[in-house]
């Protein structure tokens, strides 16, 4: 993987490890309609493509059962994370694009099969070990730590805290934290948690300003030291 020889995975192929890694880390179990959910596909054509990526031993599958990736599975996966995530960094660092701006753009470049312009991507930006949303990006052998952070509902009243990543990079949660100017790094007070609907009153700065429990469980935070 780390010379510039082509993957054998097509587009649509990348695709799908990708989905099949992130539903790997969010249930215990993934079923095929899952998949299906994730990808908006119907279930003939998830069905195809599964029976084609076990030929390749890219995952393991039988009808009825949970679908488990394969080590060279999960390793393409991450690779293709890499990737994904490096050019969102090198569009947020390099080109000046918002955060909000990036996935979509990622998406396309991904695919790009030069393993050389990726390191070469890696460099530049002095080998980041995280991306514009705080998610990890994995080494150039698909190798990463997945890291074990809470969500601001959880954290403690009348606490200082530091926005350190998101559990998603949606466009809309995206916007909707640029419009209340959070960012990752944004220190934060919990200033009142209401029991009712989990929503909470927080201090940006001098700015007050309520956040849903939907927002709250979207944000990973720390203790600010």
Same mark, same amino acid.
């Given at each position: 993987?780390?010379?510039?020889?082509?993957?054998?995975?097509?587009?649509?192929?990348?695709? #799908?490890?990708?989905?099949?890694?992130?539903?790997?880390?969010?249930?215990?179990?993934?079923?095929?309609?899952?998949?299906? =959910?994730?990808?908006?596909?119907?279930?003939?054509?998830?069905?195809?493509?599964?029976?084609?990526?076990?030929? @390749?031993?890219?995952?393991? #599958?039988?009808?009825?059962?949970? /679908?488990?990736?394969? @080590? =060279?599975?999960?390793?393409?996966?991450? /690779?293709?994370?890499? =990737?994904?995530?490096?050019?969102?960094?090198?569009?947020?660092?390099?080109?000046?694009?918002?955060?909000?701006?990036?996935?979509?753009?990622? @998406?396309?470049?991904?695919?790009?099969?030069?393993?050389?312009?990726?390191?070469?991507? $890696?460099?530049?930006? %002095?080998?980041?070990?995280? $991306? +514009?949303?705080?998610?990890?990006?994995?080494?150039?052998?698909?190798?990463?730590?997945?890291? $074990?952070?809470?969500?601001? $509902?959880?954290?403690?009243?009348?606490?200082?805290?530091?926005? /350190?990543?998101?559990?998603?990079?949606?466009?809309?949660?995206?916007?909707?934290?640029?419009?209340?100017?959070?960012?990752?790094?944004?220190?934060?007070? /919990?200033? @009142?948690?209401? +029991?009712?609907? %989990?929503?909470?009153?927080?201090?940006?700065?001098?700015?007050?300003?309520?956040?849903?429990?939907?927002?709250?469980?979207?944000?990973?935070?720390?203790?600010?030291?």
């Amino acid at each position: 993987m780390a010379n510039d020889s082509t993957l054998k995975t097509s587009h649509t192929q990348e695709n #799908y490890l990708k989905a099949l890694y992130h539903l790997t880390l969010e249930k215990k179990e993934v079923t095929v309609n899952d998949l299906a =959910k994730r990808l908006d596909l119907k279930m003939p054509s998830i069905t195809s493509m599964m029976q084609k990526m076990a030929n @390749e031993k890219l995952i393991k #599958y039988e009808k009825y059962k949970p /679908i488990k990736l394969t @080590e =060279k599975g999960k390793k393409e996966a991450a /690779i293709i994370i890499r =990737k994904h995530r490096l050019t969102e960094m090198f569009l947020v660092e390099k080109m000046n694009f918002g955060w909000e701006e990036v996935h979509d753009i990622a @998406e396309q470049i991904e695919h790009i099969q030069s393993q050389k312009f990726f390191q070469k991507m $890696d460099d530049m930006l %002095g080998h980041p070990a995280l $991306d +514009p949303h705080g998610s990890p990006i994995p080494d150039k052998y698909g190798n990463y730590k997945q890291l $074990d952070q809470k969500t601001l $509902d959880q954290a403690d009243l009348n606490t200082t805290v530091v926005v /350190i990543g998101l559990t998603n990079s949606s466009d809309d949660l995206l916007r909707f934290l640029n419009s209340k100017g959070i960012k990752l790094g944004s220190e934060m007070v /919990i200033v @009142e948690k209401e +029991p009712f609907d %989990g929503s909470m009153k927080v201090a940006v700065g001098k700015k007050e300003m309520m956040l849903s429990s939907t927002v709250s469980a979207q944000l990973f935070f720390q203790v600010k030291k």
